[in-house]
């Protein structure tokens, strides 16, 4: 009786597609991937049909659910000018590790003193800071908003120079979180508007159109 | 190329029939680290990554000039938005007498209102749509054409006011459906004493 035989298989697979496949990704991911910056405050941003993309160059303000608010303008050279502007006109003298710690933070909101100690802190002291922080004031009284964003715009302007194309002019985002109070949008709204900014994005997340 | 490849056949041979075998080793080596670690890495950046930007509303504010009246408008609808997310709203100019009624950001509420309000330019927006689907219009073309028809005389312009105990959510949300209503004309303004009053009789303090 001939023997049925079983063909022998190897229970060694070719994985070299695989591999390749999987390095493709790989490779890819990490080449696209920007890695999210660090933000001190989370914040649930409603939801609107717009499709617009927020732009890139940005001077982005962030009200979080208490009302609280931050400042953010990215790039080294124009975050150094627009401290050392905020520096003397609140009177007060930062160290030059500090000036360097500031021009590599992201978000910040507190007031300049505060910013002063917090430069120095190290990483958890800093989130222990974040809880306790009241943000920037931004009330008429003690409008520090309103400088960061004069400086900011400043030093913006200079480090362009005149005849900037109209693509590449500085843009003003505000990022509210869903639950924050209106009146506090509308006060920092009018912060721009008594500077003559009356063009903004408004952060958002994608919703679907309904007449789609 | 040929002779390479010749060559390399004729090694082949040689090979096979030399007496002198060597030693046979597996081609195949043991792969299975370097894919965990290949998968690893690929699950890391899948969920690290996040794709696209965040989208924006672009809003556009008057400019702020004391010298500069607002328009008086009659025609106008207007929402005043409230804390829980309550809307109300009246049509025309504010008079004694008006009252206000109350709505809600469901589909049913602001919305069908306000395609009610606005059947004009939504009908002949839907229009433009449709012929420039059958004409190959130029999508830049067809924007203008439907900015054109939001901002005539007779559109309709729409009023959003906050009380204090407004969210933030509740006017980005009625911006919102008054993109989706296609309505071109819509301000925030501030609100005014009686409205306030309004709302305030419409929610009884506790």
Not at chain 1, 63 to 68: G, K, P, Q
Not at chain 1, 109 to 121: D, I, R, Y
Not at chain 2, 147 to 162: A, F, P, Y
């Amino acid at each position: 009786m001939p023997k049925v035989k079983m063909p022998k298989k190897s229970p060694s697979l070719d994985m070299t597609p695989m591999v390749d496949l999987a390095f493709l990704l790989v490779t890819f991911f990490m080449l696209t991937t920007q890695f999210r910056p660090d933000e001190p405050v989370v914040v649930d941003s409603p939801s609107s049909i717009s499709e617009k993309i927020l732009p890139d160059k940005v001077m982005l303000i962030t009200i979080d659910s208490t009302n609280r608010v931050f400042f953010n303008l990215e790039g080294k050279e124009i975050r150094t000018k627009m401290l050392n502007q905020m520096i003397s006109k609140n009177h007060e003298t930062f160290d030059e590790k500090s000036i360097n710690q500031f021009a590599l933070l992201g978000t910040f909101g507190m007031t300049v003193k505060e910013l002063k100690e917090f430069l120095p802190m190290d990483e958890l002291g800093r989130k222990d800071f974040m809880k306790k922080s009241k943000g920037i004031p931004y009330d008429s009284l003690n409008n520090q908003l309103g400088d960061w964003i004069r400086y900011g715009r400043l030093a913006d302007a200079e480090l362009k120079g005149p005849n900037v194309p109209k693509d590449k002019l500085l843009r003003f985002a505000i990022k509210g979180d869903g639950n924050a109070n209106y009146t506090a949008i509308k006060r920092v709204i009018e912060v721009f508007q008594e500077m003559n900014v009356n063009r903004f994005n408004l952060v958002t997340t994608l919703e679907k159109n309904p007449n789609q | 190329m040929s002779e390479v490849q010749s060559n390399e056949q004729d090694s082949g041979k040689k090979g096979k029939h030399s007496k002198v075998r060597a030693k046979k080793q597996s081609t195949h080596i043991d792969m299975t680290p370097m894919v965990d670690l290949a998968f690893l890495l690929l699950t890391f950046f899948m969920l690290t990554t996040t794709f696209g930007k965040p989208k924006t509303m672009e809003i556009n504010m008057p400019v702020k000039d004391p010298n500069n009246k607002p328009n008086e408008v009659n025609n106008a609808l207007t929402f005043l938005l409230s804390g829980g997310d309550k809307v109300y709203w009246y049509y025309g100019e504010l008079k004694p007498t008006t009252t206000l009624t109350p709505t809600d950001f469901s589909s049913n509420g602001i919305r069908k209102l306000l395609l009610d309000y606005n059947k004009n330019a939504v009908s002949k927006i839907k229009e433009l749509r449709a012929k420039a689907e059958k004409t190959n219009m130029a999508d830049t073309t067809l924007k203008r054409m439907e900015v054109d028809v939001k901002g005539e005389k007779e559109s309709l312009m729409v009023l959003v006011k906050t009380d204090d105990k407004a969210k933030y959510k509740n006017v980005i949300d009625a911006l919102d459906e008054l993109n989706i209503t296609m309505v071109g004309k819509y301000a925030l303004v501030d609100i005014g004493k009686q409205e306030f009053d309004l709302i305030n009789k419409l929610q009884p303090a506790k």
